[in-house]
């Protein structure tokens, strides 16, 4: 009988996600048995929306080799989107899941449109450039949401921008069962928040299928040589803007998704919260865990997301560790001779588990 033989790839994309749903059954046993207080439970939705966005970066950063600041844009066009979505259909679809799902779908499908009419000019571009430009857009559409006002009624939707800051939630025109969804500047108000941990879990699982599919496949091999040697792909007639374009997009989808299923767990929320710190946030993530290391940055968010909460028994001195921590994690990552131990002692694992198995 042949034995089945399995990558090394493809071994370490189901060993990720078997340690993500094994993470999933015990924080749900925790949780329904009480083991989590109301502080550690609020924090599951946010932390799995973090994670998607860390992997999703990670394909832009990583896989790709191009560095994006604007990130937490995308992520702000799902969440607004997805709570549209979703109150809007509240009284045409009562149930929470579906208009959860739908909303995160809606959410990735804006957010992939706008990646990629922003992906048309801002990929041509390489290095500090990218990253400048990427920023400027982040930067515009958190601007452009907080101008806008959007209101549902009998008639449907009624959207406006207020641009000069004359127009108010009046100016919507809205019928006596109508109610204003997003005023603007104080952003979306009175959310029902039907996010829940099983949903976050569920986007992380298609979340890594699509992007552990991606690498594997012969798409990402392509996408991988314009990283690694722009010209030398192209010489051998692969598409540079195509791939580019196509990660770009992915990523960016993939945010929009977590964006909507975030938005969807607060009441109120409002776009100075997807500012250019929540696209440092993320991209340290991704740094820490290693770029192109999937599971390292699904790790990195857990911990770092986590650890502030950890050490809000140290007070004012919680911030300072939680610095150390992150300089200590950055030193040891890329230190070489670390690096090496580190080889060095899997290869002693590989070899004794081979003389096992040659002894069996």
């Not at 799995?48 to 990670?58: F, H, T």
């Not at 767990?265 to 991704?286: E, H």
């Not at 820490?288 to 911990?303: E, Q």
């Amino acid at each position: 009988m042949k034995k089945l033989s399995i990558s090394k790839g493809t071994r370490s994309d189901l060993l990720t996600c078997a340690g993500v749903i094994l993470a999933f059954v015990v924080v749900s046993a925790l949780k329904a048995n009480g083991g989590l207080n109301r502080s550690q439970a609020g924090m599951l939705v946010p932390v799995c929306c973090y994670i998607v966005m860390a992997v999703s970066l990670n394909l832009t950063v990583g896989i790709l080799g191009d560095l994006s600041l604007g990130h937490a844009g995308f992520m702000s066009v799902g969440a607004f989107t997805g709570i549209i979505t979703a109150m809007s259909l509240a009284e045409k679809i009562p149930s929470a899941p579906l208009r959860l799902a739908l909303a995160m779908v809606v959410g990735a499908v804006f957010a992939a449109v706008i990646g990629f009419l922003i992906g048309i000019p801002v990929l041509r571009l390489s290095g500090d450039y990218l990253a400048i430009v990427t920023l400027a857009f982040g930067e515009i559409i958190k601007e452009l949401i907080t101008c806008l006002l959007v209101g549902v009624d009998e008639r449907g939707l009624h959207v406006i921008f207020n641009f000069n800051g004359s127009r108010n939630a009046n100016d919507l025109n809205l019928g006596a069962a109508g109610r204003v969804i997003v005023k603007g500047a104080q952003g979306a108000t009175g959310t029902q928040t039907i996010a829940t941990f099983t949903a976050g879990f569920i986007l992380i699982m298609i979340t890594l299928v699509v992007v552990q599919n991606l690498i594997r496949s012969r798409q990402g091999r392509a996408i991988m040589a314009v990283r690694d040697n722009r010209i030398a792909a192209e010489a051998v007639g692969i598409s540079v803007t195509r791939y580019k374009m196509m990660a770009f997009v992915t990523s960016a989808a993939l945010a929009g998704a977590a964006g909507a299923l975030f938005g969807l767990n607060y009441s109120n929320l409002a776009a100075t919260k997807f500012d250019f710190n929540t696209s440092i946030l993320v991209l340290v993530f991704v740094v820490l865990g290693g770029l192109g290391n999937i599971r390292g940055s699904i790790i990195a968010t857990v911990v770092l997301y986590i650890l502030p909460e950890a050490l809000r028994g140290f007070a004012n001195y919680r911030m300072l560790i939680y610095a150390v921590v992150l300089i200590v994690v950055m030193l040891t990552t890329n230190n070489p001779v670390i690096k090496s131990y580190r080889d060095q002692w899997q290869q002693k694992l590989r070899r004794e588990k081979g003389r096992e198995a040659n002894a069996a």
